[in-house]
């Protein structure tokens, strides 16, 4: 009797399974399946080291530009210590001319400079020093060093000085206070 049970399960394993047809029609569409997914995965793959690499290639690009920054600055006193009296100079037209063609190139790569009219913003400029004036609080008097982006990328914040109110101010809250 033992050896009748094996028997039936035998018969019972070969009843459970599907036929050989069946079985290599469902392991085709596994083997499909998992293609697809394996070829949507390397197209993932691709466009995602696509844009690190831009990633990249742009960081290096605003690393390198923000070394030439202070270099524009010096280009700048230089064009301010001739004046307006010595724009005649040859070497004055020397120097706006360098200083013209590589701002005109920084400009190719995407450099813009940081406008600072108008109202303080603490993502786009650094308060360098706090002024009295008769101006509104926050309100930009002067800038102090020009602040550039590179695309979307924050090269350098443009350096301002900020108006507060003056002391006619203080007293006004001091009278109404007592």
Do not use: C, W
Request: avoid cysteine; glycine fraction near 6%.
């Amino acid at each position: 009797m033992a050896e009748e049970k094996p028997e039936k399960d035998n018969k019972n394993k070969e009843a459970d399974e599907p036929a050989p047809e069946e079985n290599e029609g469902a392991e085709v569409a596994q083997l499909k399946d998992r293609i697809l997914r394996m070829a949507a995965e390397f197209d993932n793959y691709k466009k995602r080291v696509a844009k690190d690499i831009d990633n990249s290639k742009a960081l290096g690009r605003a690393e390198a530009i923000a070394k030439l920054l202070p270099t524009i600055d010096e280009f700048e006193l230089a064009m301010e210590a001739f004046g307006t009296k010595d724009k005649d100079d040859e070497h004055m037209r020397g120097i706006a001319l360098v200083y013209s063609n590589l701002l005109s190139a920084l400009r190719g790569m995407g450099l813009r400079e940081i406008t600072s009219d108008g109202k303080f913003d603490p993502y786009r400029h650094e308060i360098v020093l706090v002024q009295e004036s008769e101006e509104q609080d926050g309100s930009i008097i002067r800038v102090v060093r020009k602040g550039y982006m590179l695309g979307e990328i924050m090269l350098r914040p443009a350096s301002v000085i900020v108006s507060r109110k003056g002391a006619t101010n203080n007293t006004e809250k001091e009278k109404k206070g007592e």
